[in-house]
């Protein structure tokens, strides 16, 4: 049987181990194009990468069938960008940018949604100033960034000035790169003006946090599901995530009917998209904090741990043109949950779990995945991609049958993973 090649950008070892347990996956060759490390950490040399792709498709003998992708940009822009000359299905490079340009996508959305928490531009230029009509608290973030990374809660003029200092230190990484793509597409004037490295402000959302997940194929948006997002106690930050989401069925309803229209607004076709949401089950109030033009890499154990297959399938039957329906709660468990153990001050990483005690805990407590983040020796502050007030130390993988069991699990593992640090070796 002849095999299908498929071009897989930033390409790792766990994902291609998810890849291939999709149905279909033996009439498949999945090919790595690029590196994780060059497309997701530090500045990000967009044209060069583009250049380099290229060159290794046109250098390969045989037929592409399709070119995919799971990270965030840069990868989100270059899909589109090396599938279009070579008439394979991805979605519009335009459309793509409506999404991740968090100032352009909030417009975007008031032309569908009447409650959006208000928004405005920074100077980073001049005397950076809340926007008109906006009182602390709020987030300040750039129009195009990661995993959080530049995001802060400011909540009075001192913490605000902090912040402006940061987000003018480091916008650079990912807002320069992100122009090159903005000169690609035709933008309307107040986009062209604000650029790719400016700073957003927002008012604070109040609620739990929620996702849905979801794809479009020839036009129609179908939802994958509704997925929770629990923070540590006080914090922002992500302690985990679990499907399938545990709030009311109306919440639920709110917001796969939003996801259909923003992500119709946004014009995207052949593409998997995800959402981020809060939601307030007091109120009923549901509010959009953030589109993403990709399926989440993290959810694909909790698909496969509930319906049975890695969300990695839509992925790769939309690269090939195909319709990638889902099925529903075929998996080994009612509920899957991808945690997030870490750590909120800076040290030096002097011991990490070994392979052994992983191995003999993953064995001893069923449906849990462990991957250690750091590597022993690393300043926590080093690492890349963490965002403004936390280190991760390991992301664990857990289904089980319901919520206090999944809960149970987390804490015996975080009990028994030995991790030491030297606290006075940081900056």
Known sequence: MEKTDIFVIALDEGNLRTLEQIPDADRFRFHPLLGVEETQEGEIPIEDLLDK???????????????????????????PLLCQPLGLPSTDLEAVVKCEHKYWSRLKQSEVLDD??????????????LPDGMDY???????????????????????????????????????????FILDRIELPPEIARVGGQACLAEETLIGVQAATEGYVHQGRVT??????????????????????????????????????????????DNSMFSIEFFCDPD?????????NARHSQSHADLFAAVD??????CMVRLGLGLDPALPRGEGPYEIASKWYYRRFSDALVTRIPTEDEIDRLQREIPGVTIEVVPAEGTRLSDMPAQDSYSYELADLFIGADSEAEMTRKFDRCVESLH???DETQTR
């Not at 045989?62 to 990270?71: E, N």
């Not at 959006?116 to 100033?129: Q, S, T």
Request: charged fraction near 25%; proline fraction near 7%.
């Open 223 to 268: 939802l994958n599901g509704a997925l929770d997002s629990i923070n540590y106690p006080d914090t922002p930050c992500f302690l985990r995530h679990q499907y399938p989401s545990q709030l009311p069925h109306e919440i639920v309803a709110r917001m796969f009917d939003i996801s259909e229209r923003v992500i119709t607004r946004m014009g995207m």
């Open 53 to 79: 792709a290229q060159r290794t498709l046109d250098a390969f003998d045989g037929r592409i069938g399709a070119i995919v992708g799971y990270w965030d940009f840069p990868v989100t822009a270059l899909v």
């Open 419 to 421: 991790f030491e640090f």
């Open 308 to 313: 049975g297959i890695p969300n990695h399938h």
């Open 283 to 291: 109120s009923g109030r549901v509010s959009v904090l953030e589109i």
């Open 116 to 129: 959006l928490p208000k928004f405005g531009i920074v100077d980073l230029e001049g005397e950076p100033r």
């Open 137 to 179: 608290p709020v987030w300040l973030k750039p129009v195009k960034s990661f995993s959080s990374e530049l995001a802060f809660h400011v909540h009075d003029d001192d913490e605000f000035d902090k912040a402006v200092v940061q987000i003018r230190g480091g916008v650079g990484r990912v807002g320069r790169p992100f122009e």
